[in-house]
């Protein structure tokens, strides 16, 4: 079975500091991997995907995230946090064949502070 | 714009009464899925379903119930077997090559 751990729940950070969500997953296939963002009340806006054509997967608004399959992780990173960056983040994980269903892991809130 | 509505964007039901969730999509995927989330537990699966009159359980399904009549609707029933039903529900759906596209929610309250 595959899942998606997230490690801290919460995370604050000043604004133009380094953005650091930590995402590892496990599967026993080759996964591919997602980054959603939620804002209040409204569905899930993908950041970036991962389907191995290339380890560093460059998202929207200055998101990016690296997959080291040595380490099982996905981290999703931004240079300097912007205070719309405040939102609550998922990762995600599905196979390619049989269930293709999302797996997301518990979110991590993101507080930027002015 | 093609997208996925989901209708109503807040309900409120009472107790031991059934309640039908309705999800839209316009943009021809083949399958669609239903995720309810609460704070701090993420999205959890209830129901996919990968094509039309054919659905699956989720990790979540008991006191659910789902039908796919028609590829561009996916209703959700809460039953009043689902014991804790407020949370906030959201329908997906996606493509063959993995492009996922998430409706805005309806958040159901049981007063």
């Known amino acids: 079975a595959q899942s998606v751990t997230q490690l801290g729940s919460h995370v604050s950070v000043s604004e133009g500091a380094l953005v650091l969500l930590r995402c590892n997953y496990s599967s026993s296939v080759p996964p591919y991997l997602f980054w959603y963002v939620q804002y209040p009340n409204q569905g899930l806006q993908l950041l970036l995907k991962y389907t191995s054509a290339a380890t560093l997967v460059k998202g929207i608004n200055g998101f990016e995230a690296e997959f080291k399959k040595s380490e099982t992780s996905f981290h999703l990173t931004k240079p300097s946090a912007h205070m719309s960056d405040a939102a609550e983040y998922f990762c995600a994980v599905t196979k390619d064949t049989g269930r293709r269903a999302l797996t997301f892991g518990s979110g991590t809130r993101l507080q930027v502070q002015p | 714009d093609g997208g996925i509505t989901q209708s109503p964007k807040y309900l409120f039901r009472k107790e031991g009464q059934n309640v039908t969730l309705s999800c839209e999509q316009n943009?021809?995927?083949?399958?669609m899925y239903w995720y309810r989330q609460d704070p701090g537990q993420g999205l959890r699966l209830i129901y996919y379903s990968q094509i039309v009159n054919d659905f699956q359980k989720g990790d979540i399904a008991e006191g659910y119930s789902v039908s796919r009549e028609k590829k561009e609707s996916f209703p959700l029933t809460v039953t009043s077997a689902q014991k804790n039903p407020t949370a906030f529900y959201l329908c997906?759906?996606?493509?063959?090559?993995?492009?996922?596209?998430f409706g805005s929610g309806t958040r159901l309250t049981v007063v």
């Open positions: 943009l021809n995927h083949d399958a």
């Open positions: 997906a759906s996606s493509t063959q090559q993995g492009s996922y596209t």
